[in-house]
């Protein structure tokens, strides 16, 4: 399988909606939330577009608080963390501020704990440091963050990520499998994966492997069959 990456549907929407928070009217409305099920290319897309940009990557865990949330920051920003928690935050103001430098955080929903009080300090710098802040979660965590209204009302733009269309599917069969596929075939990989990424990937790697095995070219869902 080749490895490349392939613009879908679920990427020129997140792309559009983090074009509109850079260049948003509200300096102070910096965030933008990215929800969606697993599988659906969430943390494909979004590390993606974080590498191409420059952005700074940040997994949250669960023993995230506004402390620790600000010494691995000041890691990835190349800044010694050191000092009190009102020091690290003003370097990292300082060094960050103005920089058009994106942050994402990964797997947000462990921001929340004890009133979201790690997902306030994040805001906090967000809004200081005019700095645009990607939050990424599973399909509840929209409905948890809108709890707290002086968060959300800081999210500028909202993206769910949705099972691939049957569209998307069959480019990201071309653009990946090194054998071709009939577009029954390629019907039949959206049937079997529910148009969820991950599921498309390992399909395809299945199929090439059987396609190998018996010196297929092209596969048409009949060649599959009894496999």
Same mark, same amino acid.
């Given at each position: $399988?080749?490895? =490349?990456?392939?613009?879908?549907?679920?990427?020129? !929407?997140?792309?559009? &909606?983090?074009?509109?928070? @850079?260049?948003?009217? +509200?300096?102070?409305?910096? $965030?933008?939330?990215?929800?969606?099920?697993?599988? #659906?290319?969430?943390?494909?897309?979004?590390? #993606?577009? +974080?590498?191409? %940009?420059?952005?700074?990557?940040?997994? &949250?865990? *669960?023993?995230?608080?506004?402390?620790?949330?600000?010494?691995?920051?000041?890691?990835?920003?190349?800044?010694?963390?050191?000092?009190?928690?009102?020091?690290?935050?003003?370097?990292?103001?300082?060094?960050?501020?103005?920089?058009?430098?994106?942050? *994402?955080?990964?797997?947000?929903?462990?921001?929340?704990?004890?009133?979201?009080? %790690?997902?306030? =300090?994040?805001?906090?710098?967000?809004?200081?440091?005019?700095?645009?802040? %990607?939050? *990424?979660?599973?399909?509840?965590?929209?409905? =948890? /963050?809108?709890?707290?209204?002086?968060?959300?009302?800081?999210?500028?733009?909202?993206?769910?990520?949705?099972?691939?269309?049957? /569209?998307? %599917?069959?480019?990201?069969?071309? @653009?990946? +499998? @090194?054998?071709? $596929?009939?577009?029954?075939? =390629?019907?039949?990989?959206?049937?079997?994966?529910?148009?969820?990424?991950?599921?498309?990937?390992?399909?395809? &790697?299945?199929?090439?492997?059987?396609?190998?095995?018996?010196?297929?070219? !092209? *596969?048409?869902?009949?060649?599959? @069959?009894?496999?």
């Amino acid at each position: $399988m080749r490895m =490349k990456f392939v613009k879908t549907e679920n990427y020129v !929407r997140f792309t559009q &909606a983090a074009h509109a928070v @850079e260049q948003r009217g +509200a300096a102070e409305a910096g $965030m933008m939330l990215v929800y969606g099920l697993p599988g #659906n290319g969430k943390s494909y897309v979004v590390t #993606n577009w +974080a590498t191409k %940009v420059g952005a700074l990557y940040l997994r &949250a865990n *669960v023993d995230w608080t506004p402390r620790y949330f600000l010494m691995e920051l000041a890691k990835v920003a190349g800044i010694e963390p050191y000092g009190t928690s009102r020091d690290l935050f003003a370097m990292l103001r300082d060094r960050l501020a103005g920089s058009l430098t994106p942050l *994402v955080i990964d797997e947000a929903e462990f921001t929340l704990p004890n009133n979201a009080a %790690v997902l306030e =300090k994040i805001r906090d710098f967000s809004d200081r440091s005019e700095m645009t802040v %990607v939050l *990424v979660g599973m399909e509840r965590i929209r409905s =948890k /963050v809108a709890r707290y209204q002086q968060i959300f009302s800081r999210i500028a733009q909202v993206v769910e990520f949705k099972p691939a269309s049957p /569209v998307d %599917v069959g480019h990201v069969c071309d @653009e990946l +499998a @090194e054998i071709e $596929m009939t577009q029954a075939l =390629k019907l039949e990989v959206h049937r079997l994966s529910g148009g969820r990424m991950r599921e498309v990937l390992n399909i395809i &790697a299945t199929i090439e492997r059987i396609a190998e095995t018996n010196g297929f070219n !092209r *596969v048409d869902v009949a060649q599959l @069959e009894g496999t």
